[in-house]
Structure formats: C-alpha cells, structure tokens
DNA sequence: CTGAAAGCGCTAACAT
DNA sequence: ATGTTAGCGCTTTCAG
C-alpha cells in the first residue's frame, strides 16, 4: 500500500499538492492535477481513511440509525440512502436498535462518539429525550425519515393528507360504510405516525358528512398477520360489516384482504380495500395503495445531509418539501354492492 | 470532548497507562485500571476512532457487501451480524452492489481500500474474479455467508441436504408425483445454489425410485411472483399435474399456495407445499418449510471474523459445522389425494 | 506495572 | 500554484 508521498515522489511534487489534487480542495493547476492522479492511479493509491481523518476532523461517512432491518419500509429507505451515499463517496455505517437495552445505550453513549461520522441519519425512531440529546451533542447534522424528532429536521409524508385522499378515494367510489384498519401507538415505533393517519379517515369522513364509528376502527400492528386478525373481528358481522377498510399499511391490507377471501367475501365486488406503503407485493395482490417510495426517501435525506456538510456546493435542495404519494389504483377497489 | 491526555491528568497517570486500561491491551494494575475508569467514566471520555485507527492500524469495523438489502434472507442475516458486532464492540459498514456497475466497481476499488475496515463478511454474492481479488488483497479476515466463494471461508447450509429432506417430507407422505418451483442461473444470486437445491431434490426421487420428470420442474426467480406464474404452469393441466410441489423458497412456495387457491386446489387437500426458509410469512399461511435462520448465519459468521481477529480470546467456534435447518411441519403438507 | 517519546499518514495553515 | 511544517489524538516500543 503505497503512501500520499509516494506518489508525490512519482509525480514530483509536495504531499500537500498531492492532498489538493486528489481531494479537490484548493487549487491545483490542471497540468499537475493530471499528472498526480496518474501517479496515484499507477501506483494504485488510495487515501487513508483514519489518517485523512485525523487531520481533517472529517470522516466521510454517515452513521444511519435504524429501528428494525426486515422490514420492507426500514429496508427499502437504507437502500436508496447508501446507493446515495456511495456516488457522494461515503460510507455507511449502520446502528441497528433492534437489541436489548443495553445495546441501545452503547450506540448512543459509545459508537456515534467515536469520531467516526459526520452525520447522522435517523429512520422512524421514538427517541428518548437522552438519546435524542446525545444526538443533537454530537454537534453534527442530523437528518430524520418518517417520525417527527424535535430538534431535526426531518422527511416524511404527510400522514393525515395521506390518510385522507385514501378515504376520499373509497368515498369518491360510493362508499359510506368504511371501516380502518389502524396502527397501535406501540413504543416501537413512531407515536405520531397512527394518530395521523387515524385523523385523516376521520377527517375525510366527516368532510363526507359522516360520523366516523368508533366500531369500525381495529388497531393492528402494521404485519400481514395483524392484518388478518383485525379484519376477522371488523368483517365478522355481516348486517354491520364495512363495505370497505382502508388499511394503515400495506401489510395489514393484505392480510385484510386474505380474511375477506376466507370468510368468503369477493373482494372488490363485496369489500374494497385500500392500503398505504406501494409494497412491492401490493401489485401482485391488486392492491390499491397510496404509493410512498422510501428508496427515493432514503436518498433525499442523503442530500440534505450533503447540503448541510458541503454548503454552496450547489443549490441546497429545498426544504420541507413534502413527500410525494401517489394513489395507485388497483382490483382491490370499485363501487359498494348495490 | 475530552482527549486521552485529559482523562490521564485526572487519573494521575500517563497516557500510555490510559490507553492500556481502558484497551485491555497490556498490563495495569487493578487499582489503577479501576482510577482510570473512572476518570474516563466523570469525564465522558470516548477514544478518537481515526485516531485510535491510525495509531494502531486497526479499526473496530467490519466491512459488510451486501447484493440487496430489501430481501428477507438479506436483512435478516444483516440484522443478526449487526446485532453480533456492536457486541464484539464493533461497528457495522454496509456496502450495498444493488447499484450501478461504477458504483459497484468503486466499492472495491475504492471503498473498501481505505484502511476503513479490518475485515469483510460477504453475503452471498457472485463476485467476478477480480472483485475477489481485490478482497482477498486486502489481506483481512474475509467470511463469506450462502454462497461459496473460492479461497474464502464460507458458511452455508448444505443446499443438496435440504433439498432431499424437503422431498422426503413429500416422499413419505406418500406423494409420487412431486413438481419442484427451483431457482434459475440468474447471474445476480449465487450460481450453485439452485444447481444444489434441484439436485437434492432428484436425490431423494432416485432413492425412492423414481424418475425425475423434466417437465414437472420450472424455474423462477425467488419471488411470490415468480412462484406464482411458475406453479401455474405446473398445475395447469389437471391430469398431469403433481400432487405436491417442493419450492426452493418460501417466498415461491406461497406463491405456489395462491395460484393453487385461484385454480381451486385445496392445499393440502390437493396438493402439498413444502419450501425453504422459515420466513416470516410461512407461519402465517401455515407452510411447511425447512427452515434456516439467516440471524443466527449472520452472529455465526462474527464470530469466526472475532475468532480470526483476536486469537485465542477463547476457544474459537468450530469452522465447518453445518448449518442447522429444521423441517417445520405445517398445514401446506399432507398425505396425497386416494 | 508504568512513563517517555516516537510515530501512524495525512491535511491545512503559513510561506513563498 | 506549490512547498514547508506543525499537528490531528492515539498506540506502542523501549526503558526503567
């Protein structure tokens, strides 16, 4: 592994002009910059990362904090994030949460001081006051996907928009009897997130000049399988049954949808049933969904993160531009039965 | 932030005495060990990565080359690894080729040359020669985890075992006419693998005696989809079609439940499914799988990288002891129709 | 068991 | 535009 001053040696030049040329920052004539990133390129140098940091205080890499790894939302938004990253030339170092206690701790109390990040990038997490503040001493950027932390800014859709428009598309088909399949306000994940969503259905219903049913509303725990069992208890009765549910999520629809076949419901003659999240298996079912795209999510958050760290290196995306969702209608929908 | 100098002066002691108490690298007394703590502790004093890193030339970081991260065997093995790591006391680097091949390019030849890691865990990859030249340059401890990777410690269930044992469930049943939804050679997931699941699979039918059947075999690629459209192929006509399906995932094998369903086949009652993995959603369309568990294939795959690091910290793990999987009965299985 | 001191490989003033 | 040089904050010989 050749050092910085080998190839200032092959290239005949300071290891400082050697640092400027490959890094971009400071001037360097073009003539040198070529000939240096040959030299480099010939003796197949590559910068040391702890050495580069060191000196800098820079680090180029991103710690990303995760609640849970499998699951599709979690999953997909790391992915556009780190594709993100690698074309910043970052790397990704990731804290999972999903451990006990005292493995939450170390992250905040031990592995995000270490120096090793410049930034932080925190999904759909309730944080504690503490470790919100071991974030926010960090002193560094700190961006946040999905629940609202206090302190950072934070991407996320608008959940009570979302959560209406998907009423209102089931109103729009004739529905009036519409029952939701809703989030728990769990500790794991956002506390927000559910209420939101609950108030958008409510609001479109009364905006339909409806009174939403206490009755109609099961929480669930956003899985295929609290789907089903939330949709087994709102579809049981027949004379009161819903002729439509708008789930929370996509998973919980889906398995609303597979409790409507088991009791024998056609769905969408009988039941129509729309979900939140664009899931990747939401096509194959003919789930009518209101798409979020997290991958795109994921990589938004990054260039906020590269804004903050690099200003002016060009026009800082705006802002607090909320998240596109689109209405993706599919089978799973149509007018109530006659 | 303190540095290693402050915590030194409170203690009373040098800074050489600080590193070793608080590393465990080289000796010092208990009582001064305890002094240093605890100023370390009053302080809340957290070594300098880079510097640590540059000084010693090892990181406390793990370099982890994903394919896809939105994929549950994935995910889960990662989910294990990172649990197992912040353990051990290190951090997780995740590098995901889902990209482009410039970017899949970089993290090999740029990436992971930066002195960043101290070692790599591969998950399941078809690396060219060249990338695998590069990791094994590095001249760090490399385990790789699913597929096999020349010259690279890998961990991985015996596919062609699995394969016979799922077809022996079927066997033993009584079922004779046994279709099977394997992989295809896709270039993106491990080229043995699907080789070894058919092979185990035509195993098992030779030693019962019978004749594999080319046409009661059909590719496809992981996926509920994919199992989906190949089971409809296999069980189109009905007097040709097999009493029961062995899929090489469980993901395809519910895709094989709900095209029986839509062709009216009462699963078990019509035909069998067996898959393999363990998935999340087997249990809750009561498949029958051999399952595998990627969380533990990920703690599984730290340790042996903790065993190559720290030598004798402990006894070391058993290399080569096969992965545990398990047949897990569940209602998809049963005797073929008399 | 502990301390003194020499780097680890690079970056960023400061000069020129 | 480029070179000189003093660190960055730790670890690790080498002494004692």
Known sequence: MPGIDAVARLAGVSTATVSRALSGNGHV???????VQEAARQLGYVVSSPASSLASGRTKNIGVVVPFLNRWFYSSVLEGAGAALLRNGYDLTLYGL????DERRSVFEHFLLRKRVDAVLALTIELTNRELQSLLDLQKPIVGIGGPLVGVPTLSI????????????????????????GGESGFELDFHLPTNRRSGYEFALRQA???????????ADFTITGGYAA?????????TRPTAVFA???????????????????VPRELSV????????????GLTTMAQYPGRQGEQAVEMLMDQLHPGRREAAPANVPLPVELVVRGSTAPPPA
Request: glycine share 12%.
């Open 29 to 35: 004539s073009p003539a040198t910059r070529i000939r």
């Open 98 to 101: 999903a451990g006990g206690a």
């Open 158 to 181: 608008d959940d009570v928009d979302v959560a209406r428009r998907a009423t209102d598309h089931l109103l729009g088909l004739g529905h009036r009897r519409i029952g939701m399949i």
């Open 209 to 219: 000049g409806l009174e939403p049913d206490p009755g109609l509303f099961r929480p």
């Open 231 to 239: 949709a087994r208890l709102l579809l049981e009765h027949p004379l």
């Open 248 to 266: 929370a999520s996509d998973e919980m629809a889906l398995g609303c949808m597979l409790a409507a076949r088991d009791l024998g419901l056609n």
């Open 274 to 285: 729309i979900g939140i999240d664009g899931h990747e298996y939401a096509e194959f079912f």
